[in-house]
């Protein structure tokens, strides 16, 4: 056999296999210059979700509190004509429903954990509004355990999220440490 045969056959394989990966990695990189715009719009969208959430749930840890001692100390409803409506709950429901859109699973989960508290701490504000006297209401003791739990899971919230999009832009970011 001919030695121009023999080299011939002996890389042929080689250069169907370079052939191979150089089409399997054009299409890894055309894959990824699609993706990295359509990845930054995902991260801009989840960012600004995750920080709706946190304003309305600092919000309404806010308010809930300007109600709580306006029930409990008259004289501070004068300072802060803050009184309960339906509408209290629903910036924060919104926020939460726009995270659980947004997700992963895991914030969308923290959202809901938040927005189901939150509406603990309003159904007992509300019975403290309606009771005959505050101090005496299941709910007086309940408070301070409900707003803590907010103020636990709006931080948890925001520990996780900032996980999330710090994890996820990570992988394009040299290790500077």
Known sequence: MDSAVIAALITTPTAVLAVAAAYAAGRAQARAAHRGPVDA?????????????????????????????GIIEPRMQRHWNDTLSTQDNEALAF???????????????????????????????????HAEDPFMSRAYDMFDELYLSLKDRAKAFVEAASAHLNDSVGHQLPNVG
Do not use: T, W
Request: net charge positive.
């Open 95 to 129: 926020a939460a429903a726009a995270v659980r859109l947004e997700g992963p699973a895991h914030l969308a989960d923290l959202a809901h954990a938040i927005e189901r508290v939150s509406n603990q701490l309003y159904g007992a504000v509300l019975e403290l509004q």
């Open 41 to 69: 719009v995902r991260r801009q969208h989840q960012r600004e979700a995750y920080a709706a959430l946190v304003a309305q749930a600092a919000k309404y840890e806010s308010h809930m509190v300007r109600v709580y001692f």
